[in-house]
């Protein structure tokens, strides 16, 4: 298949998109598919559509292109449109396009709305789905109206008085958060209430509305779910602190155990849990969903990811290869499922 990788963007999370992209256009190259990595904002500047799949794409240096443009990307904001040279002509010449974006401008339905308009075909989740799970204001809304189990919050908009934190019907402790953020950018835990006015002032830095919610006390797990099928659960167990950026991305700073170490009853109960969640947001072809569980054993699904970390040693890579897939396989998969 003629395939592109997209990744980069513009969002907080380019630099793991970035990651993501190049591996996945190494394991689909492996795999003999004609693959073009591309940055859905920089762009591939004199690119050929009609020769741009022949030969072997240099996904190395493709990758380097990409990170040449990291410096810049803030100031060519807002004089250009989105997508970058040559990318909507290579997307329609494909025949699928393998969605590497994280964040906003990429996970949150606009480029799935626009390939929709244009007849691209794209792996991930639509439009409504992808917006949906973005809005951590709207996940906790439908996932209430659904009755899946999630931590009681509320919204705050810039400009917004910020009320105490024995006031906002929340309390202490609590996780502060970017309503559309990813990778754990901008979210912090406040146990005071001069740690939540300092929470919520440094996270209006990257967005205009927030989420105040009840901090859950327990371990953290996620689940898969790709074309209906629950897959095992995965359980994070950061060494230090939460599972926050840093956790996420640097070696050694959090053990993950797949299968998550539960009873099947609990096991059971944290899938169907993942997959109502999956259904209540709209959600195709695949997600991952976190979850806490507290001491009591009460579980709650805190958002869903609809185009999650894709090295191999991210999350659902993990969950895959605890049923025999391996890396290659998965990415294969997720084309797969998606068209």
Do not use: W
């Not at 100031?75 to 994280?102: I, T, Y």
């Amino acid at each position: 298949m003629k395939i592109v990788v997209l990744a980069g963007g513009t969002s907080t999370e380019r630099s793991i998109s970035i990651v993501s992209g190049t591996q996945v256009a190494k394991a689909l190259q492996g795999r003999g598919h004609q693959v073009v990595l591309v940055d859905v904002f920089a762009g591939l500047e004199g690119a050929d559509p009609a020769t741009a799949f022949d030969g072997v794409c240099d996904v190395e240096a493709a990758a380097q292109y990409m990170k040449s443009f990291d410096e810049k990307i803030e100031s060519m904001k807002g004089r250009r449109v989105f997508f970058g040279p040559k990318v909507l002509e290579l997307c329609s010449a494909a025949d699928c396009v393998f969605m590497a974006l994280h964040g906003a401008n990429g996970e949150d339905g606009k480029i799935q709305a626009a390939f929709d308009l244009l007849g691209i075909r794209y792996t991930g989740c639509g439009y409504l789905g992808s917006a949906l799970a973005m809005d951590k204001d709207m996940t906790k809304q439908i996932f209430r109206q659904n009755g899946v189990s999630t931590p009681a919050g509320i919204s705050i908009r810039r400009g917004e008085e910020l009320l105490a934190a024995d006031e906002n019907g929340v309390g202490l402790p609590c996780v502060v958060k970017p309503a559309c953020g990813g990778s754990s950018v901008g979210v912090a835990i406040a146990r005071t209430q001069e740690e939540y006015r300092q929470a919520a002032q440094s996270a209006f830095d990257y967005e205009d509305v927030l989420i105040v919610e009840q901090y859950v006390s327990g371990r953290e797990f996620s689940v898969g779910v790709i074309d209906e099928e629950v897959y095992p659960v995965i359980e994070i167990a950061p060494i230090e602190g939460f599972y926050d950026y840093t956790n996420k991305y640097k070696a050694g700073s959090t053990i993950e155990t797949c299968p998550a170490l539960l009873t099947p009853e609990e096991t059971g109960r944290m899938q169907q849990l993942a997959l109502d969640a999956y259904h209540a947001l709209h959600l195709s072809g695949y997600g991952r969903m976190d979850v806490m569980m507290n001491e009591q054993g009460e579980m709650f699904c805190l958002e869903a990811n609809t185009l999650p970390g894709m090295t191999p040693t991210s999350l659902l890579p993990q969950e895959a290869a605890a049923v025999g897939m391996d890396f290659a396989s998965l990415c294969e998969k997720l084309i797969e499922v998606s068209l």
